[in-house]
């Protein structure tokens, strides 16, 4: 007998769409049988006619703990993701302090402790001390982050020689790094030629030739030093073009995220600092590029880069647009956002899959337990439905944001129930088994 019985439902993997009923154990998958074939449980969800996808991973996202908690925490900010389909977030390290010692990443990874209702992954920063990564290392952190630009000087990696080094600090150890594809000469030399703080003078600041930059170096310093990399935040026609002639030197995957799928430059006269945060948005040309490229499995994953902030600060006054802080909400929409490029066509039910659940669980090392419905694996999965239409609303968001840009949007189909490790967690857009959620270390 079954704890947990799935019937009905079209199963939705990365590889294309299989009707089976879901066995389900002990929090995993523990068969996977034909339509209607004899079977018992405790609990039995009849999920005819809907859809059964794997729980979605969060490859980028900032839950503001520790120090920024007035912004977003462990509690609010995987609320957000369970209401949302995501059953893993992938926690940035750039709160207060930052996560760049094994003391303060065991001290995070306490604080989720019966507080998270989504299972967590945890990441850690590499800083200029190199000497401090081998205790890093031995938590199991999913990914290391390696930043090249904008961050304060404990963190910054302006150089190739600066990238290269860190890089080969990881040899042997076969651990993701994220880079941000930045160009610290190009953000100091646009501030010096235009002081005016326009939202102008912010897009100069962070040009495309700064993102094809970065991506340039960190592809030729990874295949120098034999690392495994993952390039963040893609969003422009030349970073795309750059990306496609240069990825097949390192073993890299990059990411782009919905808001630069949908928005462009002139969307700021309406949204205005709700919409800030780096990179800026690009023209409609770049747009274009970009769905382009993730129409022809260019892009290996979409994340949200969920980087919320109170509402009193997007609302202030500010000298500059560049001083607006950066950043906005997105893991309770990542599943509908995806779901619109559906809508238009743009990907299918499977590649929705393939970027937002799969690969994520690959690449940060969580394949064997996420990312897929298949026995063994993690019984996290949502039912949707194709026969109602969603729609998104700024009201009804629970991050402490309290707004999302795509506010007003309909896409032709409801996310219904969301399990995690087999218990229902979400139903019908509320939380019925809070604090559920684990932390989740890479598997070695």
Known sequence: MFETLIRGAIIVNAGGLERRDVGISGGRIAALLAPGEMASARTIFDASGSYLLP????????LRE?????KEDFSSGTHAAALGGVTTVLDMPTDEPWTATAEQLADKMAMTEARIHVDVGLQAVVSRDLSLIPRLLGLAPVSFELFTADVPDDFLFATSDAVAGALKAFA???TLIGISPGDQSILT????LDRSGTIAAFQASRPPLAEANGIARALIAAAAAESRIHVRQINSELGVETWSRLRGMADASVETTPQNLFFTATDYEQQGAKLKASPPLRSPHDVDALRAALSAGLIDIVATDHAPHAPAEKAASYAAFADIPGGLPGLQTLLQAMLKLVDDEVIALPDLVRMCARNPAERFDLGCRKGNIAVGYDADMLILDPRQSSSI??????SRAGYTPFDGWTVQARLTNVFLRGREIVREGKLIDPKFGRVVTRES
């Open 66 to 70: 520790p120090g920024l908690t007035h």
């Open 172 to 174: 042997g150890s076969d």
């Open 55 to 62: 729980g979605l991973v969060d490859a980028h996202a900032h």
């Open 189 to 192: 030399g646009s501030a010096a």
């Open 393 to 398: 609303a700024n009201e009804d968001q629970v």
